[in-house]
């Protein structure tokens, strides 16, 4: 059991050294500018998950105000 652990940390180990890694790309950059690719896309995904948390709120709202209605609606 313990050699399957092993096995599997070195296959992750040798797959993690092919990936190519955001800061790889351009070897003469120094300082932020080396993470540049790596901010830009950390942005990307802030921003999505900041207009798709909107969006769910927004119909959660309209859900809640239509269900609401209805029950106060119905209940008279």
């Known amino acids: 059991m313990l050699s399957k652990a092993f096995n599997f940390i070195h296959e992750v180990k040798a797959e993690l050294r092919k990936a190519s890694w955001p800061w790889d790309s351009d070897p003469k950059a120094k300082g932020f500018k080396k993470y540049k690719e790596l901010v830009d896309s950390t942005l990307v995904v802030l921003v999505a998950m900041i207009l798709l948390a909107g969006f769910v709120a927004f119909f959660d709202i309209l859900a809640a ?7 106060t609606t119905l209940g008279q």
């Open 65 to 71: 105000k239509a269900l609401n209605l209805i029950t």
